[in-house]
């Protein structure tokens, strides 16, 4: 078995070194070993994922191979499933870099050794495959492939597979999982996060937020507008897409805006439009406090835009997808398990 | 295409460059014919450069997106983009020679990279890895997340490198590896070279030698 395959917990002593040599690191290394890994908190579970290349060199059914390698393909160029199952312009990798593996840019792993579990956004106990669903409502603006079909099975199959050798159910926090946000030293200010915006987003997403097609093939993602993924989606929590933005980007260099820059952009971006939540109920006060403790109060949907009254996702337009109504959203899960 | 957006851009360009001393203008190809030839003697008449194993290699500009090519030509001048040989020439250049210069090149038909043809198939496979997927656990992201699909280029901020030059693409990595190379924005090009080892610039530079460019601005 490839020695990639492996989960550490790790012991540090916190004290021994300095965050400042924590970040140079990490950026040279996103899976340094242990004794290199400042930046890691005491007693978290660590795990590398294998490469494409462990893929090829390990012990496992050529068919199953065949499987891994088309959810990979999935994963990374979501965009061949445009029209019928996406509908913006999204990859799976445009939000998860790095293929999935990489800590700090929600490494989808983690989905893997964790789930089923019960998620409040829906309020129940979901699987693997119902939560790449949920990434298919929201995210990809579109609505999933069904339970059990090849395209569920295959990115089942790679989240599956870059978990090899972590534990189920760990007992211990995950290292990078998710997108954590950094400190916020102000309230976040939309002029600010505009103006930070245009200085270090716009070359690659654009001023308007649309993302850039070179010829037609997709290169920067879209964060708003009929391209980008719906009100719905997690990354429109503003502490999310801060996460996002100070653990990831510029593309490259992680952790080089402050945390206040951070906020201010993600505060910005996610008080721009975006197709309608597919939650929707056809008013939006009435979305906004029907999902509010569970999503929304950590959104701005349905609050006023200050500088223009422009009221968050008070619109019908649900993008590309038009009247496609995701069939997972909203569909009801153990109604045959009594009260406890 | 997005037009308007990069009509947008080019006039914030256009500032940018203005507050730094220049003027973002329209070139005229005819008229840049004739300003190159101040620049055929490396270039070629061709616009196709000319790779050198071990001397400093001329970077084929044909097929070249035109603003790419006047920024560096005015990031030469400024001293903002370091290289004894090109600031001369660069020097000989108005702002309206080089906007007509950048102009002429980007309309030439792209020639082929030279320098990759005896790179092992090892060397070749890291250099595709590198180029379409990255190296995420050294943080190499991929070459093709910025300079677009097959390497091709990205509107005028991030040039083609597909059917570049192997000497002259590693030349510049390790430029940027080594900061006397950073006239790119944001630092996007030099935080990754600085990550990359000798052979993974070996690789990508032989990787993209070998590879189509994109077709000229007079083709599409």
């Keep these: 078995m490839s020695n990639y395959h492996r989960y550490i917990v790790i012991a540090l002593s916190s004290s021994a070194l300095a965050v400042g040599t924590g970040l140079s690191l990490y950026a040279a290394n996103a899976f340094a070993q242990q004794e290199e890994r400042a930046d890691a908190a005491l007693n978290q579970l660590v795990h590398e994922p294998p490469t494409m290349e462990d893929l090829e060199d390990s012990d496992l059914h050529p068919e199953l191979k065949k499987v891994i390698r088309y959810g990979y393909d999935l994963f990374t160029n979501t965009q061949q499933l445009r029209g019928e199952y996406v509908f913006n312009d999204m990859n799976c990798s445009s939000c998860h870099l790095g293929e999935g593996r990489v800590p700090f840019s929600a490494p989808v792993w983690a989905a893997a050794i964790t789930l089923p579990d019960f998620r409040g956004k829906n309020q129940h106990v979901n699987n693997l495959e119902e939560r790449i669903a949920g990434c298919f409502a929201y995210s990809m603006n579109g609505t999933p492939p069904e339970y059990g079909s090849d395209e569920m099975l295959a990115l089942s199959a790679y989240h599956q597979w870059l978990a090899t050798g972590a534990p189920m159910y760990p007992d211990k926090p995950i290292y990078g999982r998710g997108f954590p946000a950094p400190e916020q030293p102000e309230t976040p200010s939309y002029a600010r996060g505009e103006a930070a915006y245009q200085e270090n987003c716009a070359i690659c997403h654009q001023e308007d937020g649309s993302g850039h097609y070179e010829n037609g093939e997709y290169v920067f993602p879209a964060p708003w507008g009929d391209g980008s993924n719906n009100w719905g989606a997690g990354i429109a929590r503003v502490e999310t897409m801060a996460g996002f933005i100070y653990q990831n980007m510029p593309l490259g260099q992680p952790r080089s805006l402050t945390g206040q820059q951070a906020w201010d952009i993600a505060y910005y971006i996610n008080s721009q439009e975006r197709p309608q939540d597919p939650r929707y109920t056809g008013d939006v006060a009435e979305t906004a406090e029907r999902f509010g403790p569970t999503f929304h109060n950590r959104s701005l949907y349905g609050q006023t835009r200050e500088h223009d009254g422009h009221v968050l996702g008070d619109h019908a337009n649900f993008g590309e997808k038009g009247d496609i109504q995701p069939w997972n959203v909203g569909m009801p899960r153990f109604e045959n398990l009594s009260e406890e | 295409m997005k037009t308007s957006m990069w009509g947008r851009l080019s006039l914030l360009m256009g500032a940018c460059l203005m507050a730094s001393g220049s003027i973002a203008q329209e070139g005229d190809a005819e008229r840049g014919e004739a300003a190159s030839a101040t620049c055929v003697a490396c270039h070629q008449a061709n616009g196709g450069g000319m790779n050198i194993p071990g001397g400093e290699s001329w970077p084929r500009l044909a097929g070249l997106n035109a603003n790419y090519i006047a920024k560096q030509l005015h990031d030469f001048k400024a001293g903002d983009r370091q290289n004894a040989t090109m600031v001369t020439f660069a020097n000989m250049l108005d702002d309206q020679q080089i906007a007509d210069v950048a102009s002429y090149y980007s309309q030439l038909p792209a020639t082929p990279g030279q320098g990759g043809d005896n790179a092992d198939e090892a060397l070749l496979a890291r250099g595709q890895q590198l180029?379409?997927?990255?190296?995420?656990?050294?943080?190499?992201?991929?070459?093709?997340?910025?300079?677009?699909?097959?390497?091709?280029?990205?509107?005028?901020?991030?040039?083609?490198?597909?059917?570049?030059?192997?000497?002259?693409?590693?030349?510049?990595?390790?430029?940027?590896?080594?900061?006397?190379?950073?006239?790119?924005?944001?630092?996007?090009?030099?935080?990754?070279?600085?990550?990359?080892?000798?052979?993974?610039?070996?690789?990508?530079?032989?990787?993209?030698?070998?590879?189509?460019?994109?077709?000229?601005?007079?083709?599409?």
């Excluded at chain 2, 280029?153 to 006397?180: M, R």
Aim: net charge negative; glycine share 12%; proline share 4%.
């Design chain 2, 131 to 220: 180029a379409e997927r990255g190296d995420w656990n050294a943080y190499i992201v991929s070459c093709q997340s910025c300079h677009g699909p097959g390497g091709q280029g990205v509107g005028e901020t991030f040039p083609g490198i597909a059917g570049q030059h192997a000497g002259y693409i590693s030349a510049q990595l390790n430029a940027w590896k080594s900061d006397t190379r950073s006239n790119d924005p944001q630092n996007l090009m030099g935080a990754i070279a600085k990550r990359m080892s000798e052979e993974d610039i070996q690789a990508v530079s032989a990787w993209y030698a070998t590879q189509p460019a994109a077709e000229g601005e007079a083709t599409q």
